[in-house]
């Protein structure tokens, strides 16, 4: 039997849809508490999911935009990708709530999409990223036009 160490392998994932989610919490040096955030586009199983493209736009937008946010900005220690790519995981300090980080998305995509061209992308060049041929415009627009939806909703 293996050891919980990894919080994304405790959670029945045929159980999770669409939405933000507080995944888990811990301590360093019993100072700095640290949330660690699903941010799940696509519910695990129940339909494709994004695009290899997509999400690496959606990352690049996101871990910049985010850390520029006036409420949850400088809480922000991460923001990645999940590897099953139906989503992404942000990890916050202190006490940032789902409704601060639901409410910065929300700017955030206010403040940025639609994007229209590569120009739109942050970081997306030969010197900043490692892969910055591999985006998807149109469909990051769509993924974060229906995540906004979906976070609306569940305010």
Not at 5 to 13: A, K, L, M, R, W
Not at 66 to 89: E, H, K, N, W
Not at 105 to 112: A, G, H, M, P, Y
Not at 123 to 137: D, F, R, S, V, W
């Amino acid at each position: 039997m293996l050891e919980k160490v990894v919080s994304s392998f405790d959670v029945d994932h045929r159980t999770l849809s669409e939405g933000l989610y507080l995944r888990s919490t811990y301590t360093i040096n019993e100072q700095i508490k640290v949330l660690s955030w699903d941010l799940r586009f696509c519910a695990p199983m129940a339909r494709k999911p994004l695009s290899a493209g997509t999400v690496h736009t959606i990352e690049h937008l996101m871990a910049y935009y985010l850390r520029l946010d006036p409420v949850i900005g400088s809480a922000i220690v991460s923001f990645c990708p999940m590897g099953c790519q139906t989503g992404f995981y942000l990890s916050t300090t202190n006490n940032v709530t789902r409704e601060d980080i639901a409410a910065a998305l929300i700017r955030t995509f206010e403040k940025v999409f639609p994007i229209h061209t590569t120009e739109d992308i942050v970081g997306l060049n030969e010197i900043q990223c490692g892969n910055p041929y591999l985006y998807a415009i149109e469909e990051t627009n769509q993924a974060m036009e229906s995540y906004i939806k979906i976070l609306k909703e569940q305010l």
